[in-house]
């Protein structure tokens, strides 16, 4: 299968920034391999229940230790777009409609 196309938020770009070095690192490679392999075993489909997501799109998050990338797939137009990085706690996904929004919901 051809990598799909990797589009990252700026604010993902600039919270990776203030990481430490190591975790810097590992988020640079998490984020890399989403292109080859958007749905590995360390990733899980989130619940969009009642949330307007687009057709074809589908949001999952990879978790990191205490890091999640929050990502959305979609297929036949060949993109996987990286929308936030979080750290849990205190992140608990309220978000996520907002987040779907900018998918063009």
């Not at 919270?15 to 190591?22: E, H, S, V």
């Not at 360390?42 to 229940?49: G, K």
């Not at 060949?78 to 929308?83: H, M, S």
């Amino acid at each position: 299968m051809k990598p799909l196309d990797l589009l990252i938020e700026p604010s993902v770009h600039e919270a990776r920034k203030q990481l430490r070095g190591y975790v810097r690192h590992r988020i640079k490679l998490a984020i890399a391999s989403l292109a080859d392999d958007p749905r590995s075993a360390q990733t899980q489909p989130l619940d969009v229940t009642g949330i307007d997501v687009p057709a074809g799109v589908e949001l999952r998050r990879l978790r990191l230790d205490r890091w999640r990338l929050v990502y959305a797939i979609h297929d036949e137009e060949g993109w996987v777009w990286v929308l936030g990085l979080y750290r849990r706690p205190p992140y608990d996904y309220d978000d996520l409609r907002e987040l779907a929004t900018r998918l063009g919901a």
